[in-house]
């Protein structure tokens, strides 16, 4: 089975690794596509995220789906196309028992070496998985697009973090991937107004594709003062709390869900107390992923993320081009080497070719807010 395998700093090898053995309850999945996340990139370049350092090799990736191969249960059809939950947590601590199993801190999470032995990740040709983590797909959702459920999860918890945005003006600030679907996912919920920022232009495009019905060029646009009821700060730039902070409403919500740097990060407390905002943290998700999966049914637009997929032979290729902060968008792992295109660009971005670059001339497409001095 080829499997894409971090050893160190800089060291990712496709190599051979056995077929793994279903133990019971468990169903072998035939892994179909892999997201890249920006943790997966932490791994191939630094060999840690935050704390979490690697003390043996690492298959990566916890953004994957694929088809039923085999349920020694017989409940799954082979071929039943499935979404797998990357988390086991515990089940017996305070948070599990209060219903936040995803800041369990005994969660075993697909691809991460946050426990030891790591838990080995799905960017491989197959996973053994308990049966009770696995998501059947709803009709008519293609596995290329379910491959979001796990980060649009990530977004739809820090929706709910913030206590809903329905009939809200809300900010995103950062359209990374996890940014442009969370903009997405607030245009669903029923948020009046959604915004999106970025220090980059194409990241931008991204999102108002993705939903977003406003964009804001960070440096060169300005946020409105006191606007936002709700800021999803999802870039992690340490200069970003303190950028945000004078356009959030009184009484606003400001939900991080960018990973702060792990050195101290300047928050001026003084709107926060003037203001009453509040200052929530979101990790991961808790029972989110059934919901994520349904918004990608319901709708394509999401599908927007999605710009660069690679065969899993080429996952070097791939991690480089994820590292581009040249290239907007998700960058997907084709793991059943079926595709043999070669960092073919996919989904709708396909179509739309270098209007991607007009976008950004044509003043009559473009939405961005040019606000007054
Ligand atoms: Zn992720
Ligand atoms: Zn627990």
Same mark, same amino acid.
């Given at each position: ?215 804001? &060029?960070? +440096? !060169? *646009? #300005? ?7 709700? @800021?999803?700060?999802?870039?992690? $730039?340490?200069? /970003? ?93 084709? &793991?059943? +080497? !079926? *595709? #043999? ?7 709708? @971005?396909?179509?739309?070719?270098? $209007?991607?670059? /007009? ?15």
């Amino acid at each position: 089975m080829r499997t894409a395998v971090v050893h160190a700093a800089g060291d990712l090898r496709v190599e051979e690794r056995p077929a793994p053995v279903p133990q019971p309850g468990d169903v072998l999945v035939a892994m179909t596509h892999g997201g890249i996340c920006g943790s997966d990139l932490h791994y191939y370049r630094e060999g840690a995220v935050g704390s979490f350092t690697i003390r043996e090799p690492l298959a990566l990736g916890h953004e994957v789906v694929g088809k039923v191969a085999e349920d020694p249960e017989g409940r799954l059809r082979p071929g039943t196309p499935v979404a797998i939950h990357p988390g086991t947590s515990c089940g017996s601590c305070q948070e599990c028992r209060e219903g936040h199993p995803q800041v369990c801190r005994h969660t075993r999470y697909l691809g991460s070496a946050a426990t030891f032995p790591h838990t080995q990740g799905g960017f491989t040709g197959q996973l053994a998985v308990p049966s009770g983590r696995l998501h059947v797909l709803p009709a008519g959702l293609p596995l290329s697009r379910a491959v979001l459920a796990e980060p649009l999860a990530v977004a739809l918890h820090a929706l709910n973090r913030a206590g809903g945005v329905a009939g809200a003006r809300v900010l995103v600030n950062g359209a990374g991937p996890i940014g442009a679907l969370t903009a997405g996912a607030a245009v669903a919920w029923g948020a009046e107004e959604v915004w999106a920022s970025d220090v980059r232009e194409p990241q931008l495009r991204i999102a108002e594709r993705a939903g977003a019905g406003t964009t804001v &060029l960070v +440096g !060169e *646009d #300005t946020l409105p003062d006191e606007h936002f009821d709700v @800021v999803v700060e999802a870039s992690g $730039a340490p200069s /970003a709390p303190a950028a945000v902070m004078g356009a959030i409403r009184r009484r606003g919500v400001m939900v991080q869900l960018g990973a702060a740097p792990a050195e101290p990060v300047r928050v001026p407390f003084g709107p926060v107390v003037a203001k009453e905002i509040e200052l929530r943290g979101t990790f991961r998700f808790e029972h989110e992923l059934g919901n994520a999966l349904a918004m990608l049914a319901s709708s394509d637009r999401l599908e927007a993320v999605v710009t660069r997929s690679f065969p899993l032979r080429d996952a070097v290729e791939a991690m480089e081009t994820a590292a581009d902060p040249a290239v907007p968008g998700k960058v997907v792992l084709l &793991l059943d +080497g !079926e *595709d #043999t295109s070669h960092g073919a660009a996919c989904g709708t @971005v396909e179509h739309e070719g270098p $209007a991607q670059t /007009a976008a950004g001339t044509d003043s009559t497409t473009r939405t961005t807010r040019r606000a007054a001095p």
